[in-house]
């Protein structure tokens, strides 16, 4: 490739890369290859997508059984008893997932709406900054996070963007 074509190469990279790698809103790697390979992941998904909190936490109860080392996994348990409004719960399965991977997308955006529903906007704003780092070239989970914080200054209540 001649020189002078290097910069626009990469910068065309750049912008195109990340559109290959979107994840859903609870998962950092393809829920879709999680799926796929995992049938109680897959049931987990399908729970969450129905709004049957109480199956996706027997679901994904079952793949941390069989792998405790699963981020994505722990979101998803965090994410449910979020929604059954169990906060202690959820606030310890989001650990687990950050324990694991500390940059994970859906965990900070997750955890940081669990500090917004419990009245704590500084360790919201918190998760936000560091979704601000780690997605630099901007993702769903931090501009869903800014919503919610911008929403809870403006009203001090949390509006649930998800």
């Not at 750049?14 to 390979?37: C, K, M, R, V, Y």
């Not at 199956?55 to 998803?76: H, M, T």
């Not at 687990?96 to 529903?117: D, M, S, T, V």
């Not at 780092?133 to 869903?144: E, H, I, Q, S």
């Amino acid at each position: 490739m001649p020189m002078h074509l290097i910069p626009s190469a990469l910068a065309a990279f750049l912008i195109i890369a990340p559109l290959g790698t979107a994840h859903a809103d609870g998962g950092e790697s393809s829920d879709n290859a999680q799926a796929s390979t995992n049938p109680d992941y897959a049931a987990g998904l399908k729970a969450v997508e129905a709004k049957d909190f109480n199956r996706a936490l027997a679901a994904f109860g079952k793949v941390v059984a069989a792998n405790d080392q699963n981020p994505d996994a722990w979101n998803y348990l965090g994410f449910s008893t979020r929604k059954l409004g169990r906060f202690e719960e959820a606030e310890r399965h989001y650990a687990k997932a950050l324990a694991i991977n500390p940059e994970h997308r859906g965990a900070n955006e997750y955890l940081g709406e669990l500090y917004l529903q419990t009245g704590r906007l500084k360790k919201a704003e918190e998760r936000l900054a560091l979704l601000d780092r780690v997605c630099w070239l901007g993702c769903d989970a931090y501009t869903d996070l800014k919503h919610a914080v911008d929403q809870f200054k403006k009203t001090g209540k949390y509006t649930a963007t998800d």
